[in-house]
């Protein structure tokens, strides 16, 4: 079952702005991940945040977490064309030993 | 060089064929995954393993079949009783399952007509 739910389904930005995208899921968690798919290749992983975290940065990438609102946020600035791609959330719930794949956000970065 | 190689990156069947997708890591991780990925969604859980010689269901697993004798190897078969096996598959693998990061294989994309 797809616990998270990512939000816009697309998003397109030119080359310099920032990226935001969010991600919502249903039950308790013990952290959750972002990961970046390019078109037909696997998935890779960029940041993982834990539950009782609530902000963290890695190089240009930005992600929030609230876990009263059962929300996250991914920030990707001053986007680049290779930042094209989908990102997706996955969500590690309570008592669950797998992860939950969201439908992703695609992002299309114009030059 | 350390990773997950899937083989082959197409595949094409006739319907009524099973067919093996294979999957490799040489990260000694113990845990790995088979998801399938239909277009514009996210990754569905097929099987999944803790480790050596054992495997559970996912969210999908009908119509589908795996193995785990090895720790580096964890093949899947799509069987004849998948009813629209056509799709993108991704390996994973993780140290553990649970609260880690998984990395995943290239994919394989498979047609059934």
């Known amino acids: 079952s797809q616990q998270g739910e990512e939000d816009p389904q697309a998003l397109s930005i030119q080359e310099g702005e920032n990226a935001t995208m969010n991600c919502s899921y249903k039950?308790?968690?013990?952290?959750l991940q972002w990961y970046r798919q390019n078109s037909g290749r696997g998935l890779v992983h960029l940041i993982l945040?834990?539950?009782?975290?609530r902000e963290k940065h890695s190089g240009r990438l930005r992600v929030t977490l609230d876990t009263s609102k059962k929300s996250s946020s991914l920030l990707i600035t001053a986007s680049r064309a290779a930042d094209t791609a989908s990102y997706f959330c996955?969500?590690?719930?309570?008592?669950?030993?797998?992860?939950?794949f969201g439908a992703g956000t695609t992002v299309t970065v114009r030059a | 060089d350390g990773g997950i190689t899937q083989s082959p990156k197409y595949l094409f069947r006739k319907e009524g064929q099973n067919v093996t997708l294979s999957c490799e890591q040489n990260?000694?991780?113990?845990?790995m995954y088979w998801y399938r990925q239909d277009p514009g969604q996210g990754l569905r859980l097929i099987y999944y393993?803790?480790?050596?010689?054992?495997?559970q269901k996912g969210d999908i697993a009908e119509g589908y079949s795996v193995s785990r004798e090895k720790k580096e190897s964890f093949p899947l078969t799509v069987t004849s009783a998948q009813k629209n096996p056509t799709a993108f598959y991704l390996c994973?693998?993780?140290?553990?399952?649970?609260?880690?990061?998984?990395?995943f294989g290239p994919g394989t994309r498979l047609t059934v007509t």
């Open positions: 039950t308790s968690i013990n952290n």
């Open positions: 393993s803790q480790i050596v010689n054992d495997f």
């Open positions: 990260l000694n991780h113990d845990a």
């Open positions: 994973a693998s993780s140290i553990a399952t649970g609260s880690y990061e998984q990395y």
């Open positions: 996955a969500t590690d719930p309570l008592y669950d030993y797998k992860l939950s």
């Open positions: 945040i834990r539950s009782n975290e």
